[in-house]
C-alpha cells in the first residue's frame, strides 16, 4: 500500500499570502496524484489531477508540480474563501489512498 | 451538469447490514469507472471501494474486503455499495465519486453529496 505523507497538517496565513502544501508518497506514482479542497459540510472539490492538471473552474492562484514521491501544492495571493482542509490522493495502484489532509487558516 | 444523488444511509446495529444507491446523470455514466470513499466524523477520507464501467472489475479497501460489495446498474444509472456484518468503525459519511477519465484508473472529479452511516448499539 502507497502511504501518503502530507504535510503541514495545519496552516494559518494572511490575505495575500501563499502557501505550499506537501504530501510524499512512499514509492514512485508518476504524476497519478490528485488535490482536493474540503469545506465544512461539503464534498471534496477536484482541485488538481495528474500533479499538474488545473480542474474546470479553479483559479490560476492555484498551482501543482511533482513527479515520483514528492509533490507540492501551491495557493498564491490566498483569499479568504481559501479557508478549508486540503488532501491529496495517490490513484496509482490500488487500494488508493488519500494524504491525512491539511487544514488551512486564514487569519 | 454532473450529478450524483446519494441515498440509503442510516442507523444500523452492529453486524447489520445497509445498501447506498448512488443516481447519476449529467454523463454517460457507463463510460466511467465509480467508486466509494467515506470520511469518519472529523477525520479525513478513506478509499473505500471502485468499479469499472462496465462492472466487470472491483477492488476494496483491506478494511471492507468480503464484508462490502460495489455494484452497478449501466441501464438506470446506479452505484451502489451493499455493505454487511457492519461495525462500529465504519461509522462515516459515505461518498460516490466519479472518475475523471474514462479507461483506464483515475481519480475522482465529481462527488455526491454524501450519506451518513452510523453504526451503534
Known amino acids: 500500500e502507497t502511504t501518503l505523507t502530507q504535510s503541514p497538517a495545519f496552516v494559518s496565513a494572511s490575505p495575500g499570502d501563499t502557501v505550499s502544501i506537501s504530501c510524499q508518497a512512499s514509492?514512485?506514482?508518476?504524476?497519478?496524484m490528485n488535490w482536493y479542497q474540503q469545506k465544512p459540510g461539503e464534498s471534496p472539490v477536484l482541485i488538481l489531477h495528474e500533479a499538474t492538471t488545473l480542474a474546470p473552474g479553479i483559479p490560476p492562484r492555484f498551482s501543482g508540480s511533482g513527479f515520483g514521491t514528492h509533490f507540492t501544492l501551491v495557493i498564491n495571493n490566498i483569499e479568504s474563501e481559501d479557508a478549508a482542509l486540503y488532501f491529496c490522493l495517490q490513484h496509482d495502484e490500488f487500494p488508493y489512498t488519500f494524504g491525512q489532509g491539511t487544514r488551512l487558516e486564514i487569519k | 451538469e454532473v450529478q450524483l444523488l446519494g441515498s440509503g444511509g442510516g442507523f444500523v446495529q452492529p453486524g447489520g447490514s445497509l445498501r447506498l444507491s448512488c443516481t447519476a446523470s449529467g454523463f454517460t455514466f457507463s463510460d466511467f469507472p465509480m467508486a466509494w470513499v467515506r470520511q469518519a466524523p472529523g477525520k479525513g477520507l478513506e478509499w473505500v471501494a471502485m468499479?469499472?464501467?462496465?462492472?466487470?472489475?472491483?477492488y476494496y479497501a483491506a478494511s471492507v474486503k468480503g464484508r462490502f460489495a460495489i455494484t452497478r446498474d449501466n441501464t438506470n444509472n446506479v452505484l451502489y455499495l451493499q455493505m454487511t456484518r457492519l461495525r462500529v468503525e465504519d461509522t462515516a459519511v459515505y461518498f460516490c465519486?466519479?472518475?475523471?477519465?474514462?479507461?483506464?484508473?483515475?481519480?475522482?472529479?465529481?462527488w455526491g453529496q454524501g450519506s451518513l452511516v452510523a453504526v451503534s448499539s
Open positions: 465519486a466519479k472518475q475523471t477519465h474514462t479507461g483506464g484508473w483515475y481519480g475522482f472529479d465529481s
Open positions: 514509492r514512485d506514482i508518476d504524476d497519478d
Open positions: 468499479i469499472s464501467g462496465r462492472g466487470r472489475d472491483s
